[in-house]
């Protein structure tokens, strides 16, 4: 298999005259957010603020991240890298250990005169990278962390099975991210789902929301570009939102999926065991979750979409109020999709369409395409190279994304690559075969491979038609008359 290398990004400053015109950059990042916004043509989802954002820019539909779990999609975008260039693929590897010189998207900002700070989630909690921001980086509990982790927080280091690289070995987050793999779950306490009767302010993401507002006015004061990150913790489980956001829907008229099992022909490790859910207390023990209790999480989901569409709201009001929208560039993010009992799974951890397509949108000032929508595949890795290109920066060499900009300028260009993203398999789902599941995605197919992370083999192929059949119900990989569409999609999981 091709390995991947760290390479150094060589960083230089900006002339004077190019800082004069440089443009803000409000970055919003959105926990386990899958595509089921109004402007994504959902008419249930009430997301006022959202629609309001894709009104004034363009919304990529078929979004995808490399890779379907918090650590793995953030350190890609971030460090515009695969995860088999982080070497990140679960949540205990920071990225700094593979590639300790990489110039992250905001340190690149922040070499070239952006004045660059986070507020709550960005990176994955727990792993955090100083370098990145001007400032320590905030979160709502009033904690600040500014920390390198090649320098003091190194714990035990130990190389993963299969030769594949070296990870620092770190606390596990507490917030049951991580699927079980077939283990039995440790359950923490804590509800799935909670009707909170707290106000937006009270709970993070409304403090997080006030933060940036302030953070905005300071900004303005200051006069300096900005890159301005702020992340939102919701809908992540667990599903705590304002009892307001949970009135707005009658859970009788949410959704069911489509198919609650996995496909046909389908290998069962293509699958998981709703791990990251189980891990909460009043969880129903086993599979399939009942349909009654299914019902409520499912409006604890939606009744938090809407609760962090306020918070959205928020920072475009304060954009507007501030004087600051006309030179702003917003781009809006989810880390991930979101699965809500579809093929019988909630969460992410696979390399299914709704875990690995996520939100995508991009505002830029005086946008001609304003209000369009671009239907080619992305990638999350295209995130860095696009904002340092849009804002005028150059480009960096040893990226593994492309610039958006092209279709941010016209949205019905053709697509020039297929979108990757992975998932790693193991333990007692495999019978201990470490697998890595790379799975291609363009305009009408999804292939994934599963191989063999020793050797290269493939152990299981998955073809499914996303245009006839977008509820992947059917794995047409072995039809004699897809070997050329396996064949072809095959080429592209190294572009």
């Known amino acids: 298999m091709k390995k991947f290398f760290a390479i150094p990004l060589i960083v230089g400053f900006v002339s004077s005259a190019q800082a ?117 980086h905030w979160y709502p509990s009033g904690q600040t962390i500014d920390t390198d982790p090649t320098d003091s927080t190194k714990r035990i280091v130990k190389r993963i099975a299969g030769g594949v690289g070296e990870y620092v070995k770190r606390p596990q987050p507490a917030d049951n991210d991580k699927p079980n793999d077939g283990k039995p779950a440790k359950a923490p306490k804590g509800d799935a789902f909670e009707v909170s009767p707290k106000s937006d302010d009270e709970l993070p993401d409304g403090h997080t929301a006030t933060e940036a507002v302030k953070r905005l006015h300071a900004l303005k004061e200051k006069g300096q570009p900005f890159f301005l990150a702020v992340g939102f913790l919701k809908p ?21 999926p489509s198919i609650d099992h996995l496909p046909e022909g389908a290998p069962a490790f293509a699958g998981h065991d709703n791990g990251e859910l189980h891990a909460y207390a009043n969880v129903p023990k086993g599979n399939p979750i009942p349909e009654n209790f299914a ?3 499912r409006h604890g989901y939606y009744a938090c979409i809407s609760y962090t569409d306020a918070q959205v709201g928020r920072l475009l009001d304060a954009l507007e109020k501030e004087g600051l929208a ?6 809006l993010w989810g880390d991930h999709g979101w699965q809500l009992g579809d093929h019988g799974l909630w969460h992410k951890h696979t390399d299914f369409e709704l875990a690995t397509r996520a939100p995508l949108l991009i505002s830029l000032p005086g946008q001609k395409t304003a209000g369009q929508k671009c239907d080619v ?90 245009k006839n059949d977008p509820a992947e119900t059917v794995n047409l990989a072995n039809k004699p008359e897809n070997r050329a569409i396996v064949e072809t999609l095959s080429k592209q999981q190294h572009p």
């Open 20 to 136: 004069e015109v440089k443009p803000n950059v409000l970055f919003i990042a959105v926990d386990d957010l899958r595509p089921e916004m109004g402007c994504y043509g959902n008419p249930i989802v009430m997301t006022p603020n959202l629609d309001r954002l894709a009104a004034r820019g363009i919304v990529f539909n078929h979004a995808y991240c490399q890779q379907a779990v918090c650590s793995p999609s953030r350190s890609s975008l971030m460090t515009g890298r695969r995860p088999d260039a982080t070497r990140v693929w679960d949540l205990e590897t920071h990225f700094r250990v593979a590639l300790p010189d990489a110039v992250t998207l905001p340190q690149y900002f922040k070499a070239n005169g952006y004045y660059c700070a986070a507020l709550s989630k960005i990176y994955h909690h727990g792993f955090e990278d100083g370098r990145s921001w001007s400032v320590p």
């Open 326 to 331: 006309n030179n702003t560039i917003i781009v």
């Open 295 to 297: 019902k409520i999480l």
């Open 377 to 466: 595949p992305v990638e999350f890795v295209d995130v860095y190279p696009t904002l340092a290109d849009v804002c005028g920066l150059s480009v960096p060499s040893g990226l593994d994304g492309i610039s958006l900009k092209p279709w941010l300028e016209n949205a019905s260009l053709p697509a020039t690559k297929v979108a990757i993203s992975q998932y790693p398999r193991g333990g007692r789902q495999t019978g201990n075969r470490p697998l890595m599941g790379y799975s291609m995605r363009d305009e009408r197919w999804r292939l994934t491979l599963w191989r063999d992370r020793r050797d290269g083999s493939i152990a299981a192929t998955e073809l499914y038609d996303e």
């Open 236 to 256: 992540h489980l667990p599903f705590v939102a304002p009892k307001k956001y949970w009135d707005i829907y009658n859970p009788d008229k949410i959704p069911l």
